[in-house]
């Protein structure tokens, strides 16, 4: 079986190194960890897309707030200075 880091590649290991938030039971992350297991790669993918598109909706929404003078077209060249910072210019 083909194993990378200890682990066996066919089985991803959802939460080996991730720390369980305080404010988590390690009963609730271990549900959390098999609902993750239960809808597959693509729902794992799907669902960190999804994640992915609400946190840039909720930075998008600070930079309006912030920086209301800014037009919509400016916005996602915002977004991505404060993700990548002034160097990705």
């Known amino acids: ?3 990378t880091g200890g682990h066996r590649i066919d089985q991803p290991v959802l939460l080996c190194c991730a720390m ?3 404010d988590t039971t390690a009963a609730a992350a271990a549900l959390q960890e ?3 297991r239960s809808i597959g790669n693509e ?11 609400l946190t840039h909706a909720f930075a998008i929404a ?3 707030r912030n920086h209301p003078e800014l037009s ?3 916005l996602p060249r ?3 200075l ?3 910072g002034p160097e990705w210019q």
Not at 43 to 53: H, K, N, T, V
């Open 78 to 80: 915002e977004l991505a």
């Open 62 to 64: 600070g930079i309006r």
């Open 20 to 22: 369980v938030p305080r």
């Open 1 to 3: 079986m083909p194993t």
């Open 43 to 53: 729902g794992r993918l799907r669902a960190a897309l999804e994640l992915s598109d």
């Open 34 to 36: 098999a609902a993750y």
């Open 72 to 74: 919509d077209e400016s």
């Open 82 to 84: 404060a993700i990548y």
